[in-house]
């Protein structure tokens, strides 16, 4: 097993990697009621595994896909909360992919005021990204992540066993966040995605890199920003299909939009090609710029956007959103 420890303002998070993980995670729970929130997808899969592994938990099963990463949905796991009188000591334990991850922390972090919390991610996604950071958030009608604020797990628990039993798409779109991590932070690590590389070897490397920038800056006012390269875009195609292109998908496109450089464009495609990851843009300029009008990283008409200088360096650019649609799109 493999350790990382993230220390925030107010907290050390830890995230445990490792093979065969889910199967202990009583061993890591604290005292107390826990409360599972799942979704339909991982139940399906999961759920006899986890009444057998934790047989004392309550489960909550929401529908699958972002379209249910929603207040009503939060609220109602809130009426279950008080119905089973759930503590700010007790635990809420988010199992699934980002949106659960996403949705459990947002439920944790308002549930009279904040209580514990663990993620144990199960998309690439996830693993890789949503779950370590504290950033959790529902979604308004089609507007992605609206609501939200910052609220760390106690700890993270990645098995990538899950990723067996991962749909193709899903798994392409977790690749696509680890593609972001050398793209703008690490050459070598680039360039490994070329080889047959090891999933636990480039998870655990996706995840230092996350927990050093976001520990560097929590709240996303300096180099975290470069973790949403891609993201402008991405987030557009993502709200545009109504959330039926998967984030990674979108955010692959989005980078290859974002990328202006012509040689790191191509290195980026040939990659693209090499792990099976398109770049169709399947909306009009129109339709994008008003979802990028509306994008929360948005200051007044100003965007802040990373922009690559060379593979595995990245910088931050202020930019209007005219000359964002000039220069990028
Ligand atoms: N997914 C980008 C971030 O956590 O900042």
Redesign the pocket.
Known sequence: MKRITAQYRFNKVKTYIGSGLFNKIRLFLPDGKIFVITDENVAKLYLDALKRIIPEASIYIVGAGDSYKTLTTAETIVSRLINLGFTKTDTILGFGGGMITDLSGFVAATYKRGCDFIAMPTSLLAQV?SAL?G?CAVNCGKYKNQIGTYYHPRFIVVDPDFIKTLPEEEYLSGLAEIIKYGLVFDRSFFNLLFSDFSLSEVIYRSLKIKAQI?AQDEF?EKE?VL??YGHTIGHAIESLSEFKVKHGIAVAVGMYYETKDEKIKHRLLKLYNHLGIGVDIPFSREAILTYVCQDKKLSGKMIRLPVLEDIGKAQIVNISVEEFMREIL
């Open positions: 990204d950071g950033k976001t996303d975290r973790l949403n």
